[in-house]
């Protein structure tokens, strides 16, 4: 049976993203994001967890990330988890987890002063914004629906 390697999170960007333009044509942009929860504990006190996530986009999605995304922006990511290991140069083994996105929603700004730009009618995706999103097949004649009157 084969295992599912799924993340969904919703959060606050901890900071602008970082983006490199590798010289194959790549882009990738890495950035945090903070998810939070808050819970009453055993002694009425509210508690607030904050979890930070790191997060790496490659491509299309990078290049949206570059041109939109800002600190404090709350953004969906859906993903999966990525493991790198590694020696440092004391020989140490070094282990680091971050968040390969795959899927990235802009869900608005947390500065209601200063909204995120609204896309240009060219970068406008009315669905969430999948790098991999497979192309819907054309309809052919003997597929269509009778018209109706339905303004929608």
Known sequence: MAGVNKVILIGNLGSDPEVRHLS??????????????????RDGQRVTQTEWHRIELWDGLAKIAEQYLRK????????????????DKDGNNRTTTRIRGLN???????????PAPAPTPEQHHPEPMNEAAPEAPAQTSSESEPEDDLPF
């Open 104 to 114: 990235m929603t802009m869900l608005g700004s947390r500065n209601t002063d200063q």
């Open 72 to 87: 404090g922006q709350m953004v969906y990511i859906e993903g999966k988890l990525r493991t790198e290991t590694w020696q």
């Open 24 to 41: 194959n044509g790549s882009v990738v942009a890495n950035f945090n994001i903070a998810t939070s929860e808050t819970y009453t504990n």
